[in-house]
């Protein structure tokens, strides 16, 4: 397995930094918003209870918790699982985000053995190596008929982004044919995926109704960062990306991929009413 970000304390810091700018907003509030056209329409009303693997600081937990859901948040940063903790009570939501201090590879029992309406696993993928028993164990907790929701970087976008951004052609030839990239914030190897990889290792693993989505789009090619922290341009370009997440071809070279996907059994549709790829 590639090392793991489980690193020191500043991290959570920078992360939250990360994520209170105009970009990891944006991937917050178009996951959230592909999420909850499933999750808020359960058939009984209730709130939904849902896993999020490796779900660091509580990123989108808190989100979900915020329309009533209830999550449990698994990670094995300590650090991480403390900021999830603070984070959720400085909002009044305590009492709806549980925090486990686990390794995704070995659940406890209780959460391993399903109950849950949905599963997160975001952003954990670059960093394992067992793709297929990943989701596989991503899978496990969930009811037949829950929902999945994978999210990692999109190897797609790798090329354009080093084009584009690092104005570096060279790197960005060699960038076409690697998968293997690095994070400085998590200093980490990581291992770039497609969707097009992932939806077959989904269906094989009996997943249905699998959905594709591309998060920033465009967000990642416009290079003045500046101008993205200006309330009005970001309002539109928060429209934009909302509006191009499940749109080809701007999806396929989005900076992250998210898919969803039911598991089998009851209430997951059939394979008429699913929108693969
Ligand atoms: C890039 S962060 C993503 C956090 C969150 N899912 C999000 O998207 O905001 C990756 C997280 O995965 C956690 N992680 C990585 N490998 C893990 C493993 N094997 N078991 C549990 N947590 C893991 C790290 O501690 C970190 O919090």
Redesign the pocket.
């Known amino acids: 397995?590639p090392e793991?970000?489980?690193?020191p304390d500043s991290v959570p810091t920078a992360?939250r930094e990360w994520?209170d700018a105009p970009w990891g907003r944006l991937?917050?509030a178009v996951a959230e918003a592909n999420l909850v056209r499933d999750l808020d329409t359960p058939g009984d009303g209730r709130p939904s209870r849902v896993l999020?693997?490796?779900?660091?600081?509580?990123?989108?937990a808190v989100r979900l918790a915020a329309r009533g859901h209830h999550v449990t948040i698994?990670?094995?940063?300590p650090a991480?699982l403390a900021a999830a903790t603070e984070r959720a009570s400085a909002v009044g939501l305590a009492e709806l985000i549980t925090c486990v201090r686990?390794?995704?590879?070995a659940l406890p029992a209780g959460l391993g053995e399903g109950g849950f309406d949905a599963v997160?696993c975001?952003?954990?993928l670059?960093?394992?190596d067992d793709v297929p028993g990943t989701l596989a164990t991503a899978l496990a907790p969930l009811k037949p008929g829950g929902l999945l929701s994978v999210?990692a970087i999109n190897r797609h976008s790798a090329a354009l982004n080093t084009a584009v951004r690092e104005m570096d052609p060279a790197a960005a030839l060699a960038a076409l044919d690697t998968d293997r990239a690095r994070?400085r914030?998590?200093d980490s190897a990581l291992t770039l995926h497609t969707a097009e990889e992932i939806i077959p290792v989904l269906h094989g693993l009996g997943c249905q109704n699998v959905r594709h989505y591309g998060i920033r789009s465009f967000c990642d090619y416009i290079t003045d960062d500046a101008l993205k922290h200006d309330p009005a341009f970001y309002a539109d370009l928060e429209r934009l990306e909302l509006a191009t997440t499940a749109r080809p071809p701007y999806m396929h070279t989005a900076r992250l991929f998210q898919l969803t996907a039911r598991k089998a059994g009851t209430g997951t549709g059939t394979e008429t009413g699913r929108r693969d790829g």
Do not use: C, I, S
Request: charged residues 20%; without cysteine.
């Open positions: 397995m793991t970000p489980e690193k992360w994520q991937r917050y999020d693997l490796a779900g660091g600081d509580g990123g989108d698994v990670d094995h940063a991480m686990a390794d995704v590879t997160l975001h952003n954990l670059p960093y394992m999210m994070t914030m998590f």
